[in-house]
Structures are given as structure tokens and as C-alpha cells.
């Protein structure tokens, strides 16, 4: 089965910025898509944006905007830069391809 490892998580401030990164364990061009979610403490998990093979992007409300998807098959790397970020970005934040094994996450804390 497929393996996803993310990166990037981290403390910042409101306002600021992070980005994550997601490298899955077959060729990224295999993918259809890829999807990055989060699930904040007490709360379901929720997507929050998707890009295609083609390169069409969607996002959550909550995000749009603000967020930005990308991924880049040289490097077998799948984005998602954050900007503007607030408390309520507070998160576990996971990549996912349909096949592949949920990763471990990357846990993302913004202060106010």
C-alpha cells in the first residue's frame, strides 16, 4: 500500500505562514489526485484542498484565499502553503491519495 509522509508543521503566530510537504511512496504522477486534510482536537477530519493530475485546484471555503496547493512531479513532492494563518488553522494536517495509507500527519499550532 502506499505510504504518504508529511512535513512542515510547526508553531507560529497568527498572521504567519508555513508550508507543508508531502511525499508519497510511489511516482506522483500515478495519482489522479492528491488531498490535503486536517483534524482539529474534538473535530471530524475535513478536506481542505485538492489538485489534480491536470493541476485543477479546489479549496474549503475556510482556506480559500489563503491556502494554495501545488505539487511538483520532479520532485515527487506534493504543497500546501499556508498564509494568513489563524488559531482556527490549529490542525493536524494529513496528505491522501485514494489507495494510500493515512500518514502520521503533520501537527500545525497557531497562537493568537
Known amino acids: 500500500q502506499v505510504q504518504l509522509v508529511e512535513s512542515g508543521g510547526g508553531l507560529v503566530q497568527a498572521g504567519g505562514s508555513l508550508r507543508l510537504s508531502c511525499v508519497p511512496s510511489?511516482?506522483?504522477?500515478?495519482?489522479?489526485?492528491m488531498h490535503w486534510y486536517r483534524q482539529a482536537p474534538g473535530k471530524e477530519r475535513e478536506l481542505v484542498a485538492t489538485i489534480t493530475s491536470g493541476g485543477s485546484t479546489n479549496y474549503a471555503n475556510s482556506v480559500k484565499d489563503r491556502f494554495t496547493i501545488s505539487r511538483d512531479n520532479a520532485k515527487n513532492t506534493v504543497y500546501l502553503q499556508m498564509n494568513s494563518l489563524k488559531p482556527e488553522d490549529t490542525a493536524v494536517y494529513y496528505c491522501?491519495?485514494?489507495?494510500?495509507?493515512w500518514g502520521q500527519g503533520t501537527q500545525v499550532t497557531v497562537s493568537s
Open positions: 491522501y491519495a485514494v489507495g494510500a495509507r
Open positions: 510511489r511516482r506522483l504522477f500515478t495519482f489522479s489526485a
